[in-house]
């Protein structure tokens, strides 16, 4: 019998490796992914995913009061995603190949592309749209691809930062105007193509 989150949550607090290897096993795909995003290269999201469930396990203790364990982990995940960012601050992201990317996140991508002109067309999208969004300050561009790339609601990404929904709102209606001029000449010029 499968257990629910709250249910591994509770036992893995009591001390209960097999559920903490359980909740690995069920998120670390999707930070993997909300990392990647965010960070833009496999070694980033990685590292990303690697010390989130070591601060959980550090925190365990933290989870007692916890309702939504996601959100504890993404909390956890997109702080650790920005210290990253800070720390190669200046820094341009290597945008990588997808060759690089892990067999299951390939797979997945494979089966989202029709044709070799299709792909090459969505791949150049994404590259504008990830230079874009590496223009934008930490802040914004999280919330940005937790709302629009993640499809996180604004009240849990409230709860993820720890803010006012209002701050949400605004944060991602700036990003949304910013990501709109940087990529208005650049869609212009693809469109009269």
Not at 1 to 6: E, G, R, S, V, Y
Not at 16 to 32: G, N, P, W
Not at 122 to 134: T, V, Y
Not at 151 to 160: L, N, R
């Amino acid at each position: 019998m499968n257990k629910t989150i709250p249910e591994l949550v509770e036992d893995f607090v009591k001390g209960d490796e097999a559920a903490f290897t359980e909740l690995v096993s069920r998120f670390q795909k999707k930070i993997y992914t909300l990392a990647h995003h965010f960070l833009g290269n496999h070694l980033d999201a990685d590292e990303v995913v690697q010390e989130t469930f070591v601060r959980v396990y550090k925190k365990r203790e933290d989870l007692k009061d916890v309702n939504y364990f996601s959100t504890f982990l993404v909390r956890i995940a997109t702080n650790y995603a920005i210290d990253l960012l800070r720390k190669r601050k200046g820094h341009r992201s290597i945008s990588e190949d997808t060759a690089s990317l892990p067999g299951e996140v390939q797979l997945d991508l494979s089966r989202r592309v029709t044709t070799p002109s299709q792909m090459f067309e969505r791949k150049r999208l994404m590259d504008e749209i990830n230079r874009a969004l590496d223009l934008l300050p930490p802040k914004q561009r999280l919330t940005a691809v937790l709302h629009d790339i993640e499809g996180y609601s604004k009240p849990e990404i409230a709860e993820i930062f720890n803010c006012p929904q209002a701050t949400v709102r605004s944060n991602l209606h700036i990003a949304r105007m910013k990501l709109r001029k940087i990529l208005r000449p650049r869609l212009r010029l693809k469109e009269q193509k």
